[in-house]
């Protein structure tokens, strides 16, 4: 099973800061990785498939980057409805897995 | 547009069963499959198995490992989640969430969960 850590486990920034999420693999896989948002009370919104492909809709301050076991998901200029929790998932060995997420909070 | 709708709230009590339906709309094509997904209260996403009969694949997280079922009803474009012996520990929203498929040489390749269910909440109290 691949083990997913991702860090930090929260974050405080401020409207309009860049923000930097990591997501780290326990083995070397390829780009078939996926973030999500979740806020309160709802389902996960895909953002980011395929490591680095926005899915439909996300705003273009939305990117994911990847270097080995190491997957990044960025959000430049953070807006009010970007607050909420973030995962990474892996599917690309069963079980798929996801990272245990990273809050990010206003400051 | 794919449409995910599950069924509604089920209180259960320790060593029950439950079986959560997932009704499936808007698809063009079959290559498709459902992932479900929970979440306890308070808690991060848990990966709980996948079913598609795009490639007749159904898997399974270790952890519900044989007390979990995943069925497909064609006729209806309803997938369904069984688990047994219910314990505290399965209370969570349990979502469930459509990922297409593309077929490959040998392989197919997966594009994340880009819709997903409204979630259904499972309680398991005595």
């Known amino acids: 099973e691949i083990m997913m850590t991702q860090s930090p486990a929260t974050l405080s920034v401020s409207p309009g800061e860049r923000v930097t999420l990591s997501c780290r693999a326990s083995q070397r896989f390829s780009n078939n990785l996926a973030w999500y948002q979740q806020k309160g009370g709802q389902p996960p919104r895909l953002l980011i498939y395929?490591?680095?492909t926005r899915a439909t809709g996300i705003p273009t301050r939305f990117s994911g980057s990847e270097s080995g076991t190491d997957f990044t998901l960025t959000i430049t200029s953070l807006q009010s409805e970007d607050f909420a929790v973030y995962y990474c998932q892996q599917y690309n060995n069963w079980p798929w897995t996801f990272g245990q997420g990273t809050k990010v909070e206003i400051k | 547009q794919v449409q995910l709708v599950q069924s509604g709230a089920e209180v259960r009590k320790p060593g029950a069963s439950v079986k959560i339906s997932c009704k499936t709309s808007g698809h063009t094509f079959t290559n498709y499959g459902i992932g479900w997904v929970r979440q306890a209260p308070g808690q991060g996403l848990e990966w709980i198995g996948w079913?598609?009969?795009?490639?007749?694949?159904?898997q399974y997280a270790p952890r519900v490992q044989g007390r979990v079922t995943m069925t497909t009803d064609p006729s209806t474009n309803t997938v369904y989640l069984e688990l047994r012996r219910l314990t505290a520990d399965d209370t969570a929203v349990y979502y469930c969430a459509n990922s297409h498929m593309v077929a490959g040489t040998g392989v197919f390749y997966y594009y994340g969960l880009d819709v997903w269910g409204q979630g259904t909440t499972v309680t398991v109290s005595s």
């Open positions: 395929g490591a680095t």
């Open positions: 079913i598609s009969d795009y490639n007749d694949n159904r």
